[in-house]
């Protein structure tokens, strides 16, 4: 049996099966790509959902974790830290915000979004006890936790996981109308993508997400956006808000604020909105530790130079370019923003696709069935994106 063979096989006997991997085993990365046990190299184009947006092995980021472990890597939050005031003021100033709270996951972050929105519903808009409500949009990816999965429409996600927590109200993506409709006075916040991730990087129709800052500030109700995909230069923005002009009450932010390196998340928001916790209602041992502060600071300051941003903007209108020019003959639709799109291919499912393209030398993720998710890191080089995607366009000749 070959290395990879018996890596799977070892994994597979003491895993739970919550996961599908492509049969690959990798052991090595740097900037775009990444190597196998066997020694191959493969141009990743996923990115780890776009927690690698700054690629393998940044050596600014590495330097600061490096640097970082020697010192101290958590205190818990009983007690300050000195890497703490820095990582949160910074972001703070990033999103033109005022507080954060940090968190590790993404679903942790959202869980807390969540809970932020029902206290400020509570305490501040003054919504009776128990009648709170948040709109939600169809389609959603919000993450796997309970609460979360209770209100996604994917039926892999619901599936034996019930009873549910009450309190969402599911209206179609980028519908402003049906949005409108949904809301009343016991609504607190509605809480969207800006742009769909999981669901095969789907774009909202243009103004919608201005109109969902209208309704929201008409009716009195936190905007929050999930920006944990889309954020952080993916889309060739901050973030993908700021494709419209448009600023939430509260981000939601995760993966690409690691570097790759730390699982660290965060909700950022005003002072007026965050201000409702008080010591004692939530919390997280690992949440903010020095170690995630440090890498957070580091990315933070990396996109602070706008680089990032600049970068996936203009590769982006080549990745653009050259995902036009796949044969009509076998994609149903193209659909990019930034160094981000979701091809939905005609005759094939997604994953087999994905595992034509490991064998051509990149790494791609299926989605829903017909559609493939490419996600480059903002690092990779034009030739090396151009060669990425004649990969796909061989693939499905």
Request: with cysteine; net charge negative.
């Amino acid at each position: 049996m070959s290395i990879t063979g018996e890596e799977i096989e070892r994994a597979e006997a003491a895993l739970a099966h919550n996961y599908h991997p492509l049969p690959v085993v990798l052991t090595e990365g740097k900037g775009a790509w990444v190597t196998d046990v066997e020694g191959r190299r493969y141009l990743d184009l996923l990115a780890g959902y776009s927690a690698l947006n700054f690629g393998h092995g940044d050596d600014e980021l590495l330097a600061v974790a490096h640097a970082q472990l020697d010192r101290l890597t958590l205190t818990s939050r009983a007690f300050h830290h000195n890497q703490l005031g820095t990582f949160a003021s910074e972001l703070a100033e990033l999103c033109g915000m005022e507080m954060v709270l940090p968190m590790n996951t993404g679903a942790e972050a959202v869980e807390t979004a969540i809970k932020t929105a029902r206290k400020w519903g509570y305490r501040v808009k003054g919504v009776p006890a128990g009648r709170a409500k948040i709109v939600v949009a169809g389609g959603n990816f919000h993450g796997r936790t309970v609460t979360i999965v209770g209100f996604s429409d994917d039926p892999e996600a619901i599936a034996d996981h019930g009873p549910f927590t009450p309190g969402f109200v599911t209206v179609p993506f980028g519908d402003a109308e049906a949005l409108r409709a949904a809301v009343d006075e016991d609504t607190v916040a509605v809480l969207i993508e800006p742009i769909q991730g999981e669901g095969g990087v789907v774009l909202p129709p243009d103004g919608y997400l201005r109109a969902v800052r209208a309704i929201c500030s008409e009716a009195g109700v936190l905007f929050i956006a999930d920006e944990i995909q889309s954020g952080l230069g993916r889309t060739g923005r901050t973030f993908a808000c700021d494709h419209e002009d448009v600023v939430p009450d509260m981000y939601v932010l995760g993966k690409a604020l690691g570097g790759g390196i730390m699982p660290v998340s965060a909700v950022v928001s005003r002072r007026d909105v965050l201000g409702v916790f008080r010591p004692g209602e939530h919390g997280s041992t690992f949440g903010g530790n020095p170690l995630a502060c440090a890498v957070g600071t580091a990315v933070v300051r990396k996109l602070k130079t706008g680089e990032p941003q600049r970068r996936a903007d203009e590769l982006g209108r080549v990745f653009a370019s050259v995902l036009s020019e796949l044969p009509s003959s076998a994609v149903d639709a193209v659909r990019v923003r930034g160094l981000w799109a979701g091809i939905d291919v005609r005759g094939r499912t997604g994953r087999d696709v994905c595992e034509g393209l490991l064998g051509r030398g990149v790494l791609a993720k299926d989605a829903h069935g017909s559609t493939i998710r490419l996600a480059p890191p903002l690092v990779v080089s034009e030739e090396d994106l151009r060669w990425g995607v004649s990969q796909l366009a061989a693939e499905l000749a």
